[in-house]
């Protein structure tokens, strides 16, 4: 589902990649024939050197031997007695290329030799018209090597003729057969395998040929066609005695084509001008350049393999590099989220403090100014003097009743801040629960009875004692009798109990006294709240229930302050039970 | 039958006969004798007519004992509906209403009695504990006509009631 922009981009990134794999191979094949051409040079260079090798060796080895001949044959003493038997055996097993040494004397019989077997003793030249060449020795006076032929012993090979004068005089000549087999045996690792040498006479005649292609004797201009220029080239620059290379197409052998290199140089032993060549197939350059190739190509390939390894590995660590820093970025996000949320509630309940407080303190003002409003309004117009006894009276005692009142606000505002700061003393002492229970029924009997109200007191004997401050535990049961009287609607009921629980059989045993009203209750959501200082449940200028909202924070500040707790449990609309603890009195 | 239109009938009748009697009055009306002498009585009373509205008994109680001394016929109420409901009934000449009631708290009676044409006319005094600028701000530009902070002096509450009333005669 590409839309028509990706397509584009696609159709683009196809021919970018085309194009740079077009340039890629043109390059590429362009480096390869420079390449090659530069291999073949080198290896025809290279192949030169060896073919120069080879002839040198072969010059030195064939005019050696021949030399050991010459010094055979100008012995000063003359011809030896055993006609250079002796002689012959020596140099016929140091030299290794002669297939026979012979003497022939100055009438051309053969009259000595080694090895006798191969010896024509008493063959005469003359009379086989064979002395030519013998002829030609006796008057030159200088050594001469007849070109490789058949001889009548079924070898291939040539005559050496060294001429044997004394004093002057001829007395015959040495003759020796070099079998090409024993020359050929001297080099037989001198090339490799895929090289195959090839010897050439001045004709052009082919005296050797490794492959076998060609016959021994053979010319080697037979054996080029008409359309092998350079080929033709090459043999001709052979038979004129000079080296070089050459190449020539194959078409002989599978070659497919290809180019057969030679290289050739020439061999030059006493009256024979010869020419070694070396010639091999071109795929010999292609198979070193392949191995180039491969080598390279292994290299390349493991460099490749290497880098991608390695920049894979970095690629893994920068990602998990990566992926650790994005968590850790997502973690002190969360944290600072976390915080700021938390930093907000806090502020929010600053606002809400600060609200609380605000309402306090108008609620502590109302509270101090209302009967201070109804006393001094009472006072002034008495002062006046302008009322009846009866009148007087009346004002007299709502003056004292606001007297109360007003002490009473002083003394919850005084307990608050003594909680507040811990400065509250508690007294504390073996308190019996019914005296006390009965102490703050009393104080607040007239409430109770106003509302029509019954309390009931349900406290065992055996829970008669705890440890508390006598005075304050009055005060705790008269605010919270306080509180659900006011709470509860007229004819309702109020029951104050009293259990033990032991949170550890051994240890410590505590007793809970529930304070438990049929009234309005109070919903789950202010529940947690109702201790809280300044807090009233509904603290607006309406609210219905008197009072500034200290009684319950003084409460739970009384209980703990005796060492023990207070809760509460209710629902709404069936009333409230305030629990609260205190250490049992074990005496 | 309602205060307001037996009023009207009474005086009615005694504008055509001025010795016609309570019983005769009752009779031509169809109403209660009682009722009627009531309203005649209330229809008599020359006195200007305060409406104290305060939760706190002891203050209002103090405070009608005062007033009434000083001449005024007093009447009271202990929260804010029954406030409103005896402004349109009784008519007062002027209202004294403190701010912290149950249920509706004074703004929002001194709001609903400016904002309504039977009742806008009546002079308001609020009486507060709250000494703060803000509320006495809120007070006034609610419509109140005064504003008293508790405690007062009782000699000054009564100058303001008196200039109060002063202005609403003119």
Redesign the interface.
Known sequence: MWDKKNRWSLVIFAVIVLLLVGSIVFFWMKANNEVRSIMEDQYQNQQLILTQYISSSLEELLNERVLLLEVTAKNEQGIPDDNFVSDFETIYRAAEIYYVLEFIDANGTVISGYPSANVPYGYNLYENDNEWAFEHVRKSGEVHISEPAMTMEGIFGSFVWVPVFENGTFRGTIFGIVSDENIIRQFDTASNSSNTVYLLNSKGEVIYDQSGMYGKGTSYFDHISGDEPERLDMVRAQINGMEGNGKYPDTVSNGHGQDILVSYSPVTWYNKNWSLGILSPGNEVDKIIVSVYVKLFTVTGLSVLFILFLSSQVYFILLNWNRSLEQEVEKKTHELQRSNESLVSANLKLQELDRLKTEFLSMVSHELKTPLTAMKTSSEFLLEEKCDYDTRKQLLALINRNVDRQARMVDDLLDVSRIESNRMRFEMESVDLHEVLDHSLENIRRLSEDKDIEIRADIAESLAHVRADRDKLVQVFVNLLNNAIKFTPGGGEITVSAQEVSQDEEVSQDVEISVRDNGIGIDAENLERVFDKFYQIDSTSTRKAGGCGLGLSITKGLVEGMGGSIRVESEPGKGSTFIFTLAKDRL | MDAEKIDPRILALMDENPGISTAEIASSLALDEDLVRQRIDFLADTREKLLIVDE?I??L???K??LE?EGYNVIVARDGFEGIEKARTENPDAILLD???????GFEVCKRLKSDPSSEHIPVIM?T????TDDKVEGLDIGADDYVT??????ELKARIRTVLRRSNI
């Open positions: 706190e002891d203050a109680t103090a405070l004992v005062a001394a701010i912290m009631m149950p249920g509706m708290d009486l504990a709250k000494g703060e508790k405690p007062f002096n009782l000699m």
